[in-house]
């Protein structure tokens, strides 16, 4: 499973994530800082890397207007703002549950994780 971290995803992700051996690039990586949504998301889909992003309402639209106009995308993960070990954490539960699964045209929240008492 391969990802593209929007630019709003804190570099220090693609850091943490490449130290557990997940093949991640990020805007910054890619030259892409600045460019649109939908540049984005072209890029992530030309690479077929799954966009992981905060931006939700941006994404969840140009996923409908994308499903509308027969164009397909490598994925869209999405999730609230959080902190980088939380984030961390889902992302690899997410990893783990969707190992197999064909993120093509996906649109997907990341799971929360069980509160502990």
């Not at 499973?1 to 929007?6: I, S, T, W």
Request: proline content about 3%.
């Amino acid at each position: 499973m391969k990802f593209y971290l929007d630019e709003h995803i804190h570099l220090t992700m693609a850091s943490l994530l490449h130290a557990r051996g997940i093949d991640c690039v990020t805007t910054r990586d890619a030259g892409n800082l600045g460019f649109s949504d939908e540049a984005q998301l072209s890029f992530a889909t030309s690479q077929g890397r799954a966009i992981l992003t905060f931006n939700h309402k941006d994404f969840l639209h140009l996923a409908r207007q994308w499903h509308e106009t027969g164009r397909s995308h490598a994925g869209i993960i999405l999730s609230k703002e959080l902190a980088i070990p939380d984030l961390i954490r889902r992302l690899h539960r997410f990893i783990t549950q969707y190992a197999t699964i064909d993120l093509t045209n996906c649109v997907i929240w990341l799971p929360s994780l069980p509160h502990h008492s």
